[in-house]
């Protein structure tokens, strides 16, 4: 049987997993077998840039956090997987999909996006949207075609008014 601290050790491992899904906007779970200890540290320190980090528990105390949080995804729990908690919604999917796209050895299995199961096709139509500030490029782009409008039309008018 095992020790009171044992048990407690392991309570605490999967609160801590529970406050992390619960805080996180974004969760992947990825298969990471075969990545060298170079290519997890780099992209660790890319998800860092991002404010997401990157860990590895037992699947049996994973599985205990998301019963805890109704979320079923016993067929995901097999073999060795890894965690990305984003506090961000985009970025660290983007930058996860980005690297396991130059990295054969990776495999993205499921994520949890604001509290709800994603597969894989959710998760690459989040990394498909652009970044912030493409967006707000694009943003300005668009207001700047009716300025130019406006100016063009303006300018004809003023021309009709001399002739």
Do not use: C
Not at 11 to 28: H, P, R, Y
Not at 66 to 71: F, G
Not at 142 to 156: D, K, P, S, T
């Amino acid at each position: 049987m095992a020790s009171s601290k044992i048990l407690d050790t392991k309570k605490a491992i999967v609160e801590e997993i529970t406050d992390k899904l619960k805080t996180s906007e974004s969760v992947i779970l990825f298969e990471y077998q075969g990545l060298t200890v170079s290519e997890v540290s780099e992209l660790r320190r890319k998800l860092r840039e991002n404010e997401a980090e990157v860990k590895v528990y037992k699947n049996t105390l994973l599985k205990r956090a998301l019963d805890d949080m109704n979320l079923n995804l016993d067929s995901f729990l097999e073999g060795p997987n890894a965690i990305m908690f984003g506090k961000n919604l985009l970025e660290p999917i983007k930058t996860i999909t980005e690297f396991a796209k130059n990295h054969d050895k990776m495999t993205i299995r499921v994520g949890i996006i604001n509290g709800e199961e994603a597969n894989l096709t959710v998760i690459n139509e989040y990394a498909a949207i652009p970044s912030y500030e493409g967006l707000l490029t694009m943003l300005a782009a668009g207001m700047m075609e009716h300025v130019r409008n406006l100016a063009i039309g303006l300018n004809l008018y003023a021309e009709k008014l001399e002739n």
